[in-house]
Nanobody
Framework: QVQLVESGGGLVQAGDSLRLSCVVS????????MGWFRQAPGKERDFVAG????????YYVDVVKGRFTISRDNAKNTVYLQMNSLKPDDTAVYYC????????????????WGQGTQVTVSS
């Protein structure tokens, strides 16, 4: 079956960095677009960054541009989210997702999801 397993979350201070990883199994990874979403308590799940399958073109929500970098290693079936200059507003559960169509930013446009990893940024 399809599995997406995130790791790398934790508690950090404002200004610190974290790198999230998501290992994918059970699907043709290089054929799928990947996305990172986040959900803070009491809020909706929001798009953070996405990357296409073959070309690796990346796109971001404005609030993370210049601070976060999404990348993928198709040989390792893994997608990453490098997060720099973290802010308290970045605190959320971060989810990776796989989708058949590239360029999507809505959660319902993705087909498979991981269980999430908590990122907490203290001020």
């Amino acid at each position: 079956q399809v599995q997406l397993v995130e790791s790398g979350g934790g508690l950090v201070q404002a200004g610190d960095s974290l790198r999230l990883s998501c290992v994918v199994s059970g699907l043709p990874f290089s054929s799928f677009a990947m996305g990172w979403f986040r959900q803070a308590p009491g809020k909706e799940r929001d798009f953070v960054a996405g990357i296409t399958g073959s070309s690796g073109r990346a796109y971001y929500v404005d609030v993370v541009k210049g601070r976060f970098t999404i990348s993928r290693d198709n040989a390792k079936n893994t997608v990453y989210l490098q997060m720099n200059s973290l802010k308290p507003d970045d605190t959320a559960v971060y989810y990776c997702a796989a989708g058949r169509i590239a360029g999507q930013i809505r959660p319902d446009q993705y087909d498979y999801w991981g269980q999430g990893t908590q990122v907490t940024v203290s001020s």
